[in-house]
């Protein structure tokens, strides 16, 4: 079974609107990461926040993660039609150097 | 695609067929992964390898083999390809890090008739 499960399934807003999605998971983790996947292409690798973080930023990405209630949201601001694509969290857990990942948000940012 | 490629993109085989797919990297990255991905059920992991000769199963093994006879190949062999493995192929590299951040290749499309 998948380690991470974001929530919602699919999200559509208009450009410039801010865009949240969650990711819950099970175990204990090292880290949680956050990738995008663009419409035929491979995951790329968004941003990394440890176990002992709570937040972190990059560029217009906020990430937040709970280890208490085992969730992660990554917030998407001032969003871009080029932001349209599908998100995925991923958990390394106790495996070290595997990933696991959940079954990804679909985002669309209407121009 | 951080010097990954993937060979072939698209294949088109019939159920019973072998089939290998290859990953090849220019990063010299220790871990390489093969992952597939089907419409809700995310990416799930196949087999990986942690240096050369070095593999390990993943979360969907059965029906697949790997080897790495270098640092910058990794072949996955269907044996004998079945509709179940109609899916989108994707290779991954890592370095050797606590980071643990993943490079991803373009993909592969592989059907089974």
């Known amino acids: 079974s998948q380690q991470g499960e974001e929530d919602p399934q699919a999200l559509s807003i208009q450009e410039g609107e801010n865009a949240t999605m969650n990711c819950s998971y099970k175990?204990?983790?090292?880290?949680l990461q956050w990738y995008r996947q663009n419409s035929g292409r491979g995951l790329v690798h968004l941003i990394l926040?440890?176990?002992?973080?709570r937040e972190k930023h990059s560029g217009r990405l906020r990430v937040t993660l709970d280890t208490s209630k085992k969730s992660s949201s990554l917030l998407i601001t001032a969003s871009r039609a080029a932001d349209t694509a599908s998100y995925f969290c991923a958990t390394d857990g106790a495996s070290g150097s595997r990933l696991t990942f959940g079954e990804g948000t679909q985002l669309t940012v209407n121009p | 695609d951080a010097g990954i490629t993937q060979s072939p993109r698209h294949k088109v085989t019939e159920t019973g067929t072998p089939v290998t797919l290859r990953c090849h990297q220019t990063?010299?990255?220790?871990?390489m992964y093969w992952y597939r991905q089907d419409p809700g059920h995310g990416l799930r992991l196949i087999h990986y390898s942690y240096g050369v000769k070095d593999t390990d199963k993943g979360e969907v093994s059965d029906g697949y083999s790997v080897s790495r006879s270098k640092t910058e190949d990794f072949l996955l062999t269907l044996e004998s390809a079945t509709s179940s493995q109609t899916s989108v192929y994707f290779c991954?590299?890592?370095?050797?890090?606590?980071?643990?951040?993943?490079?991803f290749g373009p993909g592969t499309r592989l059907t089974v008739l």
């Open positions: 926040i440890r176990s002992n973080e």
């Open positions: 175990t204990s983790i090292n880290n």
């Open positions: 991954a590299i890592g370095q050797q890090s606590s980071y643990n951040e993943q490079f």
């Open positions: 990063e010299n990255h220790r871990y």
